[in-house]
Antibody, heavy 120, light 107 residues
Framework: QVTLKESGPALVRPTQTLTVTCALS??????????VSWIRQPPGKALEWLAR???????FYSSSVRTRVTISKDASGNEVVLKLTNVDPTDTATYFC????????????WGQGIPVTVSS | DIQMTQSPSYVSASVGDRVTITCRAS??????LAWYQQKPGTAPKLLIY???TLQRGVPSRFSGSGYGTEFTLTISSLHLEDFATYYC?????????FGQGTKLEIK
């Protein structure tokens, strides 16, 4: 079964670094053509795309977080990690990882999401 | 960045009604447009891509159309399980952007 599942802290203090992990099951980020993105959704608000990583380690970022965000994959190809530095309360959101469909820039499979609160 | 604007933001309808949601892009995106359905506390679900192609397993009462800057999502006859929030997303260029959402509520 092909799934994605996010994990990470529920609470992060302002100025700290948020690290969320996406565990892939049934597929690998190292397989040719596979791409995974991170998308977030503040409470009651719309979706915002943050970053994408490809099977060949190419990385792409939203300009809104470019200076604070890093996306990476582990050597096994089973995990994709998002790091967001110097967080503040506006980074409070549910963070989703999502697989991107082959040869299109759409998100055909999503993780369940992980809610993260930034607060002192 | 390409701005995506949905209308209306809220729609109230009854089971069996036909509903249409509009999504406008701030610049032409050909047919690089997807629609998602999101229910409270869950992840978005892909409904339609390439403006009009139904994702496998999505009921045929959902349909999409449009080209360039104006797109529509139509539900031909509402079922109870269709009451949710719907988002459009442009898949033309970085950064990928979403509309603000349309909440479909039961009348």
């Amino acid at each position: 079964q092909v799934t994605l599942k996010e994990s990470g802290p529920a609470l992060v203090r302002p100025t700290q670094t948020l690290t969320v992990t996406c565990a892939l099951s049934g597929f690998s980020i190292t397989t040719n053509g596979v791409r995974v993105s991170w998308i977030r959704q503040p409470p009651g608000k719309a979706l915002e795309w943050l970053a994408r990583i490809d099977w060949d380690d190419a990385q792409f970022y939203s300009s809104s977080v470019r200076t604070r965000v890093t996306i990476s994959k582990d050597a096994s190809g089973n995990e994709v990690v998002l790091k967001l530095t110097n967080v503040d309360p506006t980074d409070t959101a549910t963070y989703f990882c999502a697989r991107m469909a082959v040869a299109t820039n759409i998100f055909d499979l999503w993780g369940q999401g992980i809610p993260v609160t930034v607060s002192s | 960045d390409i701005q995506m604007t949905q209308s209306p933001s809220y729609v109230s309808a009854s089971v069996g009604d036909r509903v249409t949601i509009t999504c406008r892009a701030s610049q032409g995106i050909v047919t690089y447009l997807a629609w998602y359905q999101q229910k409270p506390g869950t992840a978005p679900k892909l409904l339609i891509y390439a403006a009009s192609t139904l994702q496998r397993g999505v009921p045929s009462r959902f349909s999409g159309s449009g080209y360039g800057t104006e797109f529509t999502l139509t539900i031909s006859s509402l079922h109870l399980e269709d009451f949710a929030t719907y988002y459009c997303q442009q898949a033309d260029s970085f950064p990928y952007t979403f509309g603000q959402g349309t909440k479909l509520e039961i009348k």
